[in-house]
């Protein structure tokens, strides 16, 4: 049973930054956590920003390139998100996603982000954004 683990949602104002960690483990070795999505009030599910297993090439959406960056250690195999400026559009629940770890060239950040192709849910951290 692969476990995603979240930590570092919080509370923020405007202009503020939060750091999100998502650690893997149990059947961890078979796994990779690959990125990072958010659900806000209302709205769907969305990728936010993903890396890829093969060449740890990125993908942002459009709404957080700039302000938004994303790692993974491999070692211990985590990955998180450095979230800079926020806004209150970056409100919402933020989920970490995993992936089977198959090294596949083809499969760039992008494809990571598309919610099909999520192999494991993390439960979610709440980042709320408010002044």
């Known amino acids: 049973q692969l476990h995603l683990v979240e930590s570092g949602g919080g509370l923020v104002q405007p202009g503020e930054s939060l750091t999100l960690s998502c650690a893997a483990s149990?059947?961890?070795?078979?796994?990779?956590?690959i990125g990072w999505f958010r659900q806000a009030p209302g709205k769907e599910r969305e990728g936010v920003s993903c890396?890829?297993?093969?060449?740890?090439?990125?993908y942002y959406s459009e709404s957080v390139k700039g302000r938004f960056t994303i790692s993974r250690d491999n070692a211990k195999n985590t990955v998180s998100l450095q979230m800079n400026s926020l806004k209150s559009e970056d409100t919402g629940i933020y989920y970490c996603a995993a992936h089977q770890l198959v090294y596949n060239p083809y499969h760039d950040g992008h494809y990571y982000c598309l919610g099909d192709n999520v192999h494991q849910w993390g439960q979610g951290t709440q980042v709320t954004v408010s002044s």
């Open positions: 890396i890829a297993i093969s060449d740890d090439s990125t």
């Open positions: 149990g059947v961890s070795p078979g796994y990779s956590p």
